[in-house]
């Protein structure tokens, strides 16, 4: 770890850089993965219980989803986590004739479908009405009956037990209400349909929450704003669950992204449209990480971020990494061949008996 060093006194050069905006002045690779499998307990909740409590300005999420149209037509990080997503179509023998793709990276799901999935019926939808467009004038895939659609995935404008698929890649996290959506997307589905789902986890820019954390302790002393984490892999399984997916799953994979330098990667956070949505900026109670680290990034605060990121992450090659975790869900609408939980209390063989059988001896 490197000594931190002069960091105001890089101020006036970074003034300059944070005025520039970047396009594609990053790489990634793949990091390590783990996979999980099964449930988490709880059970399902009628919509009406859900929490009704309004953290984010959708309002303000669909003009920055617009915004990102003039910045960032292809995003390879984005692009690869929609290509992971797809290539668990690859893995269900069954093919899934209508299919819904909800907003997020809807462009590049819509570019890397391929094919995949055997879909004959998609439905793009998205909370902006350019991103929406800009999905029209870019279908170049005349096999696939697409209609172009704007709605909330908060209130889904999909009838019940209409879709055999539902996709949705980078958009959920921005939800008040996840379990909500998640619910209306397992009602939206026929039986025996797959929901896919790909949000940020809790691991995302933990480098970029340590300076941002030392940044704000120096400028405005004490301890820093508490920077509450994304979702967590079991508690993504617990969404699953709760939502009332049958046979849920879960996996998470790690990308290291390298930029130019720490403004970069904010910029790049800007142009994805990851940047901070609360309703009530400096009074909210809780929010993901992405949107309370911008709330409390003023202009000089990201300026003394950036100085002690470049100082503590700073590569031989002179590039910063920043860590994406990305978890993938999976989960399917109840159906009778589903595999079915044995009932209570009817197993024939007792855990002492295998205890002895297996394990006496130690």
Known sequence: MRRINSVYGRVEILKRVLEKSTKQSHAFSASRSFSTEGAYGGGGESQQNSSRVKIFDRDLKRRDRAAWLSRNKNDTFVDAV???LLDRLEDCKKTFPSALCLGGSLGAVQRLLRGRGGIEKLIMMD???????????AQDDNSIETSYLVGDEEFLPIKESSVDLIISSLGLHWTNDLPGSMIQCKLALKPDGLFLAAILGGETLKE??????????????????RLSPLAQVRDAGNLLTRAGFSLPGVDVDEYVVKYKSALDLIEHLRAMGETNALLQRNKAKFSIFLSRIFSILNRETALATAAIYDSMFATED???PATFQVIY???????SSHP???????ATVSFTDIHKQ?????
């Open 358 to 362: 297996f394990g006496g001896q130690s």
């Open 208 to 225: 970029l929450r340590i300076a941002c954390t030392l940044a704000h302790m120096e400028r405005e002393g004490g301890i820093s704003p």
């Open 329 to 335: 869900m999976t989960g399917w609408k109840e159906h």
């Open 340 to 346: 079915q939980a044995k009932r209570r209390g009817s």
């Open 127 to 137: 909370t902006s009405h350019d991103m929406i467009k800009s999905c029209r004038d």
């Open 318 to 320: 002179g590039t910063i």
């Open 82 to 84: 929609a290509e992971n």
